[in-house]
Every structure is written in structure tokens, then in C-alpha cells.
């Protein structure tokens, strides 16, 4: 059997090293081309960029253009491994962009001293982009440089780990508690990790109908409750006036878990402690909180998901930001506000219902799929994503004012060559 760890090394460095390459758009093969695509050709679109900065969507690939920029703080569930580090995972967004969504992009890895120096490092270069996808930053920093960002910026400025795992989460979540005959608004929830993508987790959850004092959050020092002195401004804001301390009191049972911290650190024991029916999402990568196949050993009621590709009900960011941007670009959406988020979390939940497609069932090599307690969310080579995820987010950009274009008129999309019209 092939060594996994070999075969994802091999598979990254052959044929050639990388994940993406950039290809041209126009012919090169005369000296006529060469004097259109470079000098003097190429003075005309500056110039007309010059007299107004929105020529540069005629004449760039700006508008299809995306960002992925990470400082290395929090890359997946490794931890702060520096900028250069994280390059992997930022090619690997950009292969994402590409492949689901049709969307150009250039990972930029930044080493910075300082939150304030990152801010002004990506401000600086943020007008060449049509959009920047904040990666694996980690929290409490990420909160503030995105803030930041957003206010400097007047195109899309999103933090991937923030709300497209919450996006994506609050749509399984939804149709996971559907399926075990539970409801936001009463579930008992764990949250283990009080970092960016528990934080933004909890937050949706909330503005979808679960209540704030049902959540327990924990951090590396147990639970997040009132008496604590420790907490930064982001975890107070789920601070419960609890008894529980640590994880072991957390989860006696809970309804929901949901892993946002690292690996294994969720025991069969304890999963056993949960109420009828748990609903247990270990999303961290690449090794979730608990294993699927030690979850099910522990009990056969639980619905498990986890953040990766290899297993069933796979919730992760990838279902979320290419379409969530693909949207917003195609509205020239000066932001991506809590409507635009809402739209794709129903999109994305309401797609699940829907019988599967022979395209899906090939692509997994498997025969049947359907919603229940094996398959809550679309899988991410599900090409209806496309369409679904997108259309909702740019209505939802035009219909609260935030979209400079109006709804693409080349809408509904059915393959990523057709994101350009025509
Ligand atoms: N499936 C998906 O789509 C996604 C999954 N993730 C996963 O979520 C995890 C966190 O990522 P992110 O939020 O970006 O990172 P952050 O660095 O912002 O947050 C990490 C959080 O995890 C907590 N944590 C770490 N170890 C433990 C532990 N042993 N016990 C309790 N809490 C712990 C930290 O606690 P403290 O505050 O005390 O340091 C911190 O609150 C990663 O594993 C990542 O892969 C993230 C984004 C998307
Ligand atoms: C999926 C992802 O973005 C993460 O684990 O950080
Ligand atoms: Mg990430």
C-alpha cells in the first residue's frame, strides 16, 4: 500500500513542483502581439486607468482575481508554523478557487512583526485584487487585521477560517440536528477552541437561532464561564455563569460538540456521556478532535463530520469561500456582509436535500447517497454548488446595497467556463 505521507509529498512536488500555474489569456505569437500585449500596446489601458481606477476591470484581470494571504499564525490545525510554511495550504486555496469557482489567485505569504505591520502590508497592495481571502491567521490577531482591512479596503476583505467554516457549519449543523429530531434554539452545545473559526462558529450559530447560554466554549484552560479574569474581548463574549470546568463537565450531555482546536482531543469516553443522538463536528485538520471510526465504535447514534476529504459529511471551508467570492465578484460587492453569509448557509443546507447527482456518485465511487446521517452537507464536487451558492450571494449583495454591478445577467452558471459570459 502506498505510504500516505509519500504519496502527498509526491503528489505535490511531480511533475513539476506546485499546485497552480498562471496561463495567458491572449495570442503571443507575433511581433503584432507582442506590440499589443507589451510596449507601446499596453501605455492605452494604463492610461485609461489612470483617468478613472475602475478601467482596471476592463482591462486587468482584477475582477477575477482573489488574494489568499496568510501569515503563517494558524495554519490548519498545525499551528503557528511561519509564512513560508503555510504555502501549501495557500496554493491549495488557490487550486480550490480555480477548480469550483472558476476565480484567479495568487497566494501572498507575509512575514510580519507585527498585526499592524500585516495591515498595512496588505492594504498597501489591496487595490490590485478583486477580492482577499485572509488565511490561517490566528485569533485574537486575525480579529483586529480583518477589521482593519475591511474598513481600508472597498473590495471583499474575508476571513476564510472565520466565516466560511462558519458558513459551512451552520449549514450542517442545521440539517444534522434536522435529521437527529433536535433545534438550534434548544440544543446544549460544546465548542472546544475559542480561536478565529470558533469564535465566527459560535457567532453564526447564534444568529441562527441557537442561544447564547446553551454554548459551552473551552479554550486550552477549560471552559469559558464568568469567573474568569483571563478572557480577551472575543471569548468574554461567550463567558456562561457555569460550574463546569472542564471538558469531562462540558460534554456530559450535550446535544451538539464542535471541534475548532486540534487533534484527539475528544475521548470515546467522553463522547459517551453525550445525550441521544450527538451530533459531533471534529472539524480540526488535518487530524479531527476524535476519529470517525472511534466515534462510531463508542456509539452508533452519533452523526459525525469532520474537515476532511476522506470521509463522509465533510465540513470545511471549501464548500463556502469559492462560491461565496464568485458571488460577491460578480456583483463587484464592495463586502461580504451577514446577508451574503446567510444566503449561503441556506443555500448550502437546502442543497443537501436534494437527490444527489450520478456526477457525485462517480466521483466518490460510490453507488447511493442520500440526506440522512451519512451525507448532511454537499460534497465539495458537487458542480451545483456553483450555481446555488453564488446566485444566493449575489442577490443577497443586491438586495442590501452593497453590490456595485447588478445581478449577473450570464447567472445561472453552469460550469466554470462559463464565469466570464458571453
Ligand atoms: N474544517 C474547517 O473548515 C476548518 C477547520 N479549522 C480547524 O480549527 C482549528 C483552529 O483553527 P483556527 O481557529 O484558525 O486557529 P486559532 O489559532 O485561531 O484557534 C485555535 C483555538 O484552539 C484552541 N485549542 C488548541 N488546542 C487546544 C486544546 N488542547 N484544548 C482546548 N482548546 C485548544 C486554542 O485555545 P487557546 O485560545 O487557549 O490558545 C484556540 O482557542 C484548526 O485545527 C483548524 O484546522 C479551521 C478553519 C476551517
Ligand atoms: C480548512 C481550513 O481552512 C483550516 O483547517 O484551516
Ligand atoms: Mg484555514
Not at 159 to 183: E, P, R, W, Y
Not at 200 to 226: P, Q, T, W, Y
Not at 267 to 282: C, D, I, Y
Not at 296 to 306: E, F, G, M, N, P
Amino acid at each position: 500500500m502506498t505510504d500516505p505521507k509519500q504519496a502527498a509529498l509526491d503528489y505535490h512536488s511531480h511533475p513539476i513542483p506546485g499546485k497552480l500555474s498562471i496561463e495567458l489569456t491572449k495570442p503571443t505569437t507575433s511581433a503584432k502581439h507582442l506590440a499589443l500585449a507589451y510596449s507601446p500596446g499596453v501605455a492605452e489601458p494604463c492610461r485609461e486607468i489612470a483617468k478613472d481606477p475602475e478601467n482596471a476591470y476592463l482591462y486587468t484581470g482584477k475582477g477575477n482575481l482573489v488574494a489568499v494571504i496568510s501569515d503563517g499564525t494558524a495554519i490548519l490545525g498545525l499551528g503557528n508554523l511561519g509564512p513560508l510554511a503555510s504555502k501549501p495550504v495557500m496554493e491549495g486555496k488557490g487550486v480550490l478557487f480555480k477548480k469550483f469557482a472558476g476565480i484567479n489567485s495568487v497566494d501572498i505569504e507575509v512575514d510580519a512583526e507585527s498585526p499592524q505591520a500585516f495591515i498595512d502590508t496588505v492594504a498597501r497592495i489591496a487595490d490590485t485584487w478583486g477580492g482577499i481571502n485572509l488565511e490561517d491567521i490566528k485569533a485574537p490577531e486575525c480579529f483586529e487585521i480583518e477589521r482593519a482591512l475591511v474598513e481600508r479596503c472597498s473590495i471583499p476583505v474575508f476571513h476564510d477560517d472565520q466565516h466560511g467554516t462558519a458558513i459551512v457549519t451552520a449549514a450542517g449543523m442545521l440539517n444534522a440536528l434536522d435529521i437527529a429530531g433536535k433545534s438550534l434554539d434548544s440544543a446544549r452545545i460544546v465548542c472546544l477552541g475559542a480561536g478565529a473559526a470558533a469564535i465566527a462558529c459560535m457567532k453564526l450559530l447564534v444568529a441562527c437561532g441557537a442561544r447564547a447560554e446553551n454554548i459551552f466554549m473551552l479554550d486550552r484552560k477549560g471552559v469559558i464561564h464568568s469567573g474568569r479574569e483571563d478572557l480577551n474581548q472575543y471569548k468574554a463574549m461567550f463567558a456562561t455563569e457555569t460550574e463546569r470546568r472542564t471538558l469531562d463537565d462540558a460534554i456530559d450531555g450535550a446535544d451538539v460538540f464542535v471541534g475548532l482546536s486540534g487533534p484527539n482531543l475528544l475521548s470515546p469516553e467522553q463522547l459517551k456521556t453525550m445525550a441521544p443522538n450527538p451530533v459531533v463536528f471534529a472539524c480540526s485538520n488535518p487530524d479531527p478532535e476524535i476519529h470517525p471510526t472511534d466515534a462510531k465504535a463508542a456509539r452508533d447514534d452519533v452523526i459525525i463530520a469532520t474537515g476532511r476529504s476522506d470521509f463522509p459529511n465533510q465540513v470545511n471551508n471549501v464548500l463556502g469561500f469559492p462560491f461565496i467570492f464568485r458571488g460577491a465578484l460578480d456583483v463587484r460587492a464592495t463586502g461580504i456582509n451577514e446577508e451574503m453569509k446567510v444566503a449561503a448557509v441556506h443555500a448550502l443546507k437546502d442543497l443537501a436535500r436534494e437527490p444527489v447527482t450520478e456526477e457525485v456518485l462517480k466521483a466518490y465511487d460510490i453507488d447511493h447517497l442520500e440526506f440522512g446521517r451519512g451525507y448532511i452537507i454537499p460534497t465539495p464536487l458537487d458542480s451545483r454548488l456553483l450555481d446555488r451558492v453564488s446566485s444566493a450571494v449575489a442577490q443577497a449583495a443586491v438586495d442590501t446595497g452593497v453590490a456595485r454591478k447588478p445581478y449577473p445577467a450570464h447567472y445561472p452558471l453552469t460550469s466554470v467556463d462559463g464565469v466570464y459570459g458571453g
